[in-house]
């Protein structure tokens, strides 16, 4: 409510100044727009707290009922037009709805990505000795041609690995070889190093394990692989769903982040489930504050995380609560006496005089997209009949 409310000028002030209350002002948040602040102000003004949580409800109706036909609209606009121009060249022009317009254009990004890293590297290999890099690239193509490039490598590359989406690909990949003592014990010896031989800690190694691709190999005496097992993911990716759409982001405390990085609480290599209970969503940054930085978290008996700083204190979900003036009454009074408030038993009284609400016909005066569909706005109606 408080960030819908930082857009919502109006409705803040009418909050602040005691008209509305705080029921009505979370029911009015809920569907709020700037351009139809104004009109839902009236009706909080107008009608009690059970008046206004019935026009939010037939309004978020009328909104779902819009979301649909306006999806069905752009299912059925999308195409995509192909033709050669008069020169030989092909022309492409297309609307695609906004799912598969995103998937296209992460596919033209990373395909653009690789063509002009494996220029980038070509060119300063080939540039001559006493030859600026910049002077190199003195014709480097457009973004719009290098986005013509991308388009081309990603049909090659389907036509080539045949059309089947698969399962979804990795954005980028870091391989970690880390012994599996190491995994179960940062002070067992063996090796926890990069593909190139970079050594990282052990840590490091099972905050990536976490949440990351699996192959097993074991090796002879001497060092030579003498097995190599099928690439797993330690978490699944049904599971890893589940897992997103339970936490919402990520859950140490006083964070929230969107997006997050699966945490066995503990650790598979100990022994730890890979199961929805033994998971959490993690940050990048608190992921790493409880591998490496000594933060702990356990799940209690109840379901619930408890998180622990490095010295073993908890580390509380909320702040403490602020402090409580002596008199809060006075306090409160002398507050608003200074923001020339002046509250009293009638300040937040609606105006209803008793009158029966038909809800449909407020929804079909009130919503914009009601309005529009019948062709008619009325914005002098009356909200109640």
């Not at 121009?85 to 395909?111: F, N, S, Y």
């Not at 490039?149 to 389907?158: G, M, Q, S």
């Not at 409880?290 to 010295?311: I, K, M, N, S, T």
């Not at 306090?331 to 009638?346: E, K, Q, T, V």
Request: net charge neutral; glycine share 10%.
């Amino acid at each position: 409510m408080a960030r819908a409310l930082g857009s919502l000028p109006r409705l803040a002030h009418a909050l602040a100044r005691g008209e509305l209350s705080y029921s009505k002002i979370r029911a009015l948040t809920r569907v709020a727009t700037t351009e139809t602040e104004e009109r839902l102000l009236a009706v909080g003004r107008a009608g009690t707290a059970e008046h206004v949580e019935r026009i939010v409800r037939g309004w978020r109706r009328m909104d779902r009922k819009a979301e649909a036909q306006e999806t069905a609209r752009r299912h059925r606009g999308r195409a995509v037009h192909v033709y050669q121009d008069e020169d030989g060249m092909v022309v492409i022009h297309g609307r695609l709805e906004p799912e598969v317009g995103a998937v296209l254009m992460q596919a033209l990004a990373a395909a653009r990505e690789t063509l002009y890293r494996r220029a980038r590297t070509t060119r300063v290999e080939d540039v001559p000795a006493g030859t600026s890099f910049a002077n190199s690239c003195a014709e480097a193509p457009t973004v719009e041609q290098q986005q013509a490039d991308a388009l081309a490598l990603v049909a090659e590359t389907a036509l080539h690995r045949g059309i089947d989406p698969g399962v979804p690909g990795e954005r980028y990949q870091v391989v970690v070889h880390v012994d599996a003592p190491v995994l179960a014990d940062p002070d067992a010896p063996g090796q926890s190093v990069l593909e190139d031989g970079t050594h990282v800690s052990a840590e490091t190694s099972r905050r990536v394990a976490c949440d990351a691709s699996r192959v097993v190999m074991r090796h002879d005496p001497d060092g030579r692989v003498t097995e190599v097992g099928a690439r797993t993911r330690t978490i699944p990716p049904a599971l890893r769903r589940a897992l997103q759409h339970r936490d919402r982001g990520c859950r140490f405390p006083g964070c929230g982040v969107a997006l997050g990085q699966g945490h066995h609480i503990r650790h598979w290599a100990h022994g730890g489930p890979t199961t929805l209970s033994n998971l959490a969503l993690l940050c990048r940054r608190h992921h790493r504050a409880v591998h490496e930085e000594g933060y702990q978290v356990e799940r209690q008996a109840d379901g619930e995380l408890r998180f622990r700083r490095p010295d073993g204190r908890p580390l509380p979900d909320t702040p403490p609560p602020a402090a409580v003036p002596a008199d809060p009454v006075g306090a409160l009074r002398a507050g608003n006496d200074g923001h020339g408030l002046h509250i009293d038993a009638r300040t937040a009284m609606p105006g209803w005089l008793g009158e029966r609400l038909d809800v449909g016909y407020a929804i079909d005066v009130l919503h914009p997209l009601a309005a529009t569909s019948r062709g008619v706005v009325d914005s002098q109606a009356p909200v109640t009949s």
